[in-house]
């Protein structure tokens, strides 16, 4: 039973994750549509595909991170040399990146057939336009850097390689976040902070949610739940700031005043952000609940109630991904 229960976890957050965004995708006016009458373009089941497999593809990147902070943060290391833990970690986290690749060919192509507006058996003869799309290109990137992260993954022996795994890690989480509808395309100020703020939000909940799932899947010691408890006060600082940062600056509040105060209720766009805002202060409640109650008694011997209020929080995590992929997606 032991061996299902994680399993059985991550196949509930996936479904959970997946859920909330076709809800969240069709409530808040992002949800594809069909083609007009009479028109080419991409079928209902590639446009839906194109969330379905950025969810995929983040959700892998999430463990990919989890567990390389995991071996960096968590797992000792002797002289350098990895343990045994933290080795499969490791050959989890290429596994993952590997998942994270499939997910990233797949969002390609269903990205460039839906921009283009053409059915996907047509994409083989419009490869060049769709080569020359930056979103394309992005994804290709992260492709590739995916690949090579597995690679290294797998053979992964000592804290260095690791270290480097972290950096290919951020660097493919990156990529896809400097283009699209999550980036702003101008180069003034206002946008280039927009985009920064992006990419150290994603970073951020990366090294959060996929920290806490490597707690729970590689240690629950003391000392690791200690650290990691300080990692995800960290990170949810940094979050709420970013994330309040990012939804302003992308509301136009700079110009029409308060965007979260005056759009919130009035746009699609606006009511993901209050509804990620719930989600961010439901998981920040948790948080002060394993302080103030989980971790005393994980301290004490009995694992148990870390262990269940960790499952309900990671449910409630992979539910803001999804989200997060509904707001990207949003006009």
Request: net charge positive.
């Amino acid at each position: 039973m032991e061996v299902r229960r994680p399993r059985l976890l991550v196949l509930a957050m996936v479904a959970a994750g997946i859920g909330v965004m076709l809800v969240a995708l069709l409530a808040a006016g992002g949800a594809p549509g069909k083609p007009a009458d009479g028109l080419l373009g991409a079928s209902l089941g590639v446009s839906w595909a194109v969330p379905v497999l950025r969810f995929l593809a983040d959700a892998a990147a999430v463990a990919t991170g989890g567990a390389v902070v995991a071996v960096i943060l968590f797992l000792p290391a002797k002289d350098g040399q990895l343990g045994a833990k933290a080795i499969r970690a490791c050959q989890d986290a290429a596994l993952a990146a590997g998942i994270w690749a499939v997910a990233s060919i797949g969002g390609l192509v269903a990205t460039a057939t839906v921009i283009l507006g053409i059915p996907l058996s047509h994409l083989a003869e419009h490869a060049e336009p769709a080569g020359q799309l930056s979103q394309v290109r992005a994804l290709a990137a992260a492709v590739v850097l995916t690949a090579v992260l597995a690679v290294v993954l797998s053979g992964t022996k000592t804290l260095r390689t690791a270290r480097l795994a972290a950096v290919l890690t951020i660097a493919a989480l990156t990529g896809p976040l400097l283009t699209g509808h999550g980036a702003l395309d101008r180069t003034d100020l206002w946008s280039v902070l927009a985009t920064t703020s992006l990419v150290v939000h994603v970073v951020a909940a990366t090294a959060w949610i996929g920290g806490l799932g490597a707690v729970l899947r590689y240690t629950r010691s003391r000392e690791a739940v200690e650290i990691f408890s300080t990692l995800a006060l960290v990170c949810a600082a940094t979050m709420g700031v970013t994330g309040l940062l990012t939804a302003e600056i992308h509301l136009d509040g700079r110009q029409s005043g308060w965007g979260l105060v005056t759009q919130w209720v009035t746009t699609g766009y606006g009511a993901l952000v209050f509804a990620k805002a719930v989600a961010f202060a439901i998981l920040v409640t948790i948080g002060w609940w394993h302080r103030r109650t989980t971790l005393p008694e994980l301290t004490a011997g009995n694992p148990a109630a870390f262990r269940r209020l960790a499952a309900v929080e990671l449910l409630v995590m992979a539910g803001t991904v999804g989200l997060a992929v509904a707001l990207s997606r949003t006009p």
